[in-house]
């Protein structure tokens, strides 16, 4: 089985992390929103990137996680744009993970405590501390969808997980790359990696 790429050491962030707080909660769970986005455009199943830009907009651009394993999309982004992404997210729904929104809470933080490795890298230098950066979404809710097991939507929705917000890049050519495990390192029961090549375009 492949193993979360090993990020090289370095003694500094290449990039700013933004500021956390009630922002960073509410894009959490405007990227758990995208289950409501069709499976043949949903960019967290594209293995490509060529879904990257549906439903993009604003001054902050969403690059998806996946389900697991190995994927690799090259995306184009527009100058100016803060990329905020996932290095690896629980979204818990009514009624699949629970009836309530303690069972849901529980049911997210059950699977987001059991990350047993996080490593992240723009440019091939790591960026650093990245379990300060966890964040539990406000509740939400989502429509008919044919992503989940509820095609109808789901009145109760919370996302946890690590999430990062990043500066703009330069109008270059990039390389973001996140991975994560969950359960025992040497034997895990879910992991995943990321990487997108990125072109930033503009004035």
């Given at each position: 089985?492949?193993?979360?790429?090993r990020a090289p050491l370095r003694d500094a962030d290449p990039r700013l992390l933004l500021s956390a707080g009630r922002e960073l909660q509410a894009f959490a769970l405007g990227q758990g929103k995208l289950i409501e986005t069709p499976y043949d455009v949903n960019p967290v199943v594209d293995q490509t990137?060529?879904?990257?830009?549906?439903?993009?907009?604003?001054?902050?651009?969403f690059l998806a996680g996946n389900f697991g394993g190995e994927t690799v999309r090259t995306v184009t982004v527009p100058t100016g744009k803060a990329l905020y992404f996932p290095i690896t997210t629980y979204g818990a729904w009514e009624p699949t993970d629970g009836n309530t929104e303690e069972e849901l809470l529980a049911t997210a933080k059950f699977y987001t405590d059991a990350v047993t490795e996080l490593e992240c890298t723009v440019d091939?230098?790591?960026?650093?501390?990245?379990?300060?950066?966890?964040?539990?979404?406000?509740?939400?809710?989502?429509?008919?969808?044919?992503?989940?097991?509820?095609?109808?939507?789901?009145?109760?929705?919370?996302?946890?997980?690590?999430?990062?917000?990043?500066?703009?890049?330069?109008?270059?050519?990039?390389?973001?790359?996140?991975?994560?495990?969950?359960?025992p390192p040497d034997d895990p029961w879910f992991w995943l990696h990321v990487k997108y090549n990125v072109t930033v375009e503009g004035n």
């Open positions: 089985m492949a193993r979360a790429f990137g060529e879904h990257a830009a549906e439903g993009q907009s604003g001054k902050v651009w091939g230098v790591a960026l650093r501390d990245l379990y300060t950066y966890r964040v539990m979404s406000p509740f939400g809710a989502f429509g008919p969808n044919d992503m989940t097991d509820v095609p109808n939507g789901s009145d109760l929705l919370v996302a946890d997980g690590y999430w990062l917000l990043l500066a703009p890049l330069s109008a270059s050519q990039h390389v973001i790359e996140f991975s994560a495990v969950l359960g």
